[in-house]
């Protein structure tokens, strides 16, 4: 069961940040979780919200600014006195394709992702090799569908909303390889029946021994959790 580090290490370390992947490859996480935006200047950017507000205190929304702009924005969050800049996706694969790490790839969506990001996301994949030790995953079918349209063979994940019944057949719709399920829906059946149908089965976000135990047993290929070296630990106990 591989260990995705929810954007970065990011309990012990500022969230989406150079810093915070840092700490989950000195953690032995087999990959990171990231979240996209694209900037004024249609350049990915790395940060989960959509405004600046939460992370570094400014009060401004992400599609407005510059990416150079962006990348001077300390997003350090409750880490006060730390410098974190907010990293260009390019900067994080860069370092990325010097590393064994995977690295799943969350568009949001917004009126501006939902148009040009796919494409701007795997130039960058593209630019850095990185295509086989990507996965392109999103709560937004349409982008999902979009992403296949650019390149089948990128590996895609749903993250699912709607009765439990339909995920087989929504994943199916946008040609997903997989699905990102929120831990309140884990169970050994759903999984079981997932797989089954050819489908990757991952949960987020698992912060605790137990539901890191828990997810091994019920067939996970892989858990999201923003506390690595706990699911490293618990793994090894396992193995």
Known sequence: MDIFAHRGA????????????????????????????LSADG???????????????????????SAADLTKCNANGR?????TPIPTLDKVLQWGMHTPLLFN????????????????????VFQYSLQKRCIVSSFSAELLTHVKKVDDAIETAWLPSGPVREWSAQANACRANGIHMNQRFANKR?????????L?????????????MLARRMGFDGVITDKPAMARAVMKRQS
């Open 79 to 83: 880490w006060k006195g730390l410098h």
């Open 190 to 198: 759903l999984v079981s029946r997932l797989r089954s149908e050819q």
């Open 10 to 37: 990011s309990k012990a370390a500022p969230e989406n940040t150079m810093a915070s992947f840092q700490l989950a490859l000195a953690n032995d996480s087999d990959g990171v979780e990231l979240d996209v935006h």
């Open 43 to 65: 350049v990915p950017v790395v940060i989960h919200d959509n405004t600046l507000l939460r992370t570094a205190g400014i009060d401004a929304e992400v599609h407005t600014l």
């Open 105 to 124: 790839i969350e568009l949001k969506s917004s009126p501006t992702n939902d148009a040009h990001a796919p494409e701007k996301v795997l130039e960058s």
């Open 200 to 212: 990757y089965v991952r949960v987020y976000t698992v912060n605790t021994a137990l539901g890191t």
